[in-house]
C-alpha cells in the first residue's frame, strides 16, 4: 500500500499542497485529474521525493517517512524510496545519446549495479513486452513518440519497482501514438502493477484507472471510480472541470 498523509508543500511562501491525503492499494491504478497547477505533478514529484515535502507522511509498503519543515529525511531513506518507484514523463525523457536498449540498461549498471549481461537480458525481455525488441539498437530520436514512451516504461519497470508513477505519459502524443501507449499501461494494470498517474486523458483513465482522484488549488476534492466521477462528480468545481474534459 502507498499512502500518503497531510502532504504539505510550499516554494517558497506559495503553498502548492496543502495537505493532501491519498491511499493507492497494491496493485491498482489511480489516477489524479484537475486543473492546470492544481498540483499533480508536485505531487508525483513528492511520491518519489524528487521534491520533498514540508510536511506529512509517505507511507510505501514497510517504510515510512515523516517530514517537517527544515528537516529533510535521511539521504539513505530518500534513495530506498526512489528504489521503489518509476517514473515516466510527459515528453519521454530519454538520453539521446544512448540507444534504446543502453536507455534501459544504464540506470540499472549504474545505480543497481547489475552486471552488464543481465542488464542486457533485463532490457530486452522489457522490449518485448513492450513490443520494441527489434528497436533495441535504434536510437531514441529514430522512433515515433509513442515508442519514445514505451522504451521510457521500460526503462521505468528495469529495477522492478513497486510503484509506477506516470506524468501526463499520453498528453504528448497524437490520439493514435497515444493508443499505444494506454494499451502498454492497461497490460501493466491487468499483471497488477500499482500505478499512479496524473492525466487528463479520458480514454486513459477509463481504461486503465481503479479510481479518480480530482484536485483543485492543491487540495484533495473527490475521489471515486471512473464511470461514477466522470458522470456524476458531486462537487461542483469536479463537474465544472470534468465538462472541459468531455
Ligand atoms: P499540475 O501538474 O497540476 O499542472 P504543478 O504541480 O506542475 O501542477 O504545479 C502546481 C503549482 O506549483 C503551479 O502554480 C506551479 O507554478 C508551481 N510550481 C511547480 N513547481 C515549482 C517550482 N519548482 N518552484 C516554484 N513553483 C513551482
Ligand atoms: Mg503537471
Redesign the pocket.
Known sequence: MIALQKIEKR?GDTP?LRGIDLTVHEGKVTALI?P???????LLRCVNLLEIPQAGTLVLGDQRLDFRPGAPPPRRDVLAVRRQTGMVFQNFQLFPHRTVIENITEGLITVGQWPKEAARVRALELLERVGLAHKAEAWPASLSGGQQQRVAIARALAPSPRLLLCDEPTSALDPELAAEVVDVLAGLAREGMTMLM?THDLRLARRVADAVVFLDGGTFVEQGPPAELFARPTDPRTRRFVQTLL
Not at 36 to 42: C, D, L, P, Q, R
Request: glycine fraction near 28%; aromatic fraction near 10%; avoid cysteine.
Open positions: 516554494f502548492i484537475g492546470s497547477g492544481s498540483g499533480k505533478s508536485t496524473a
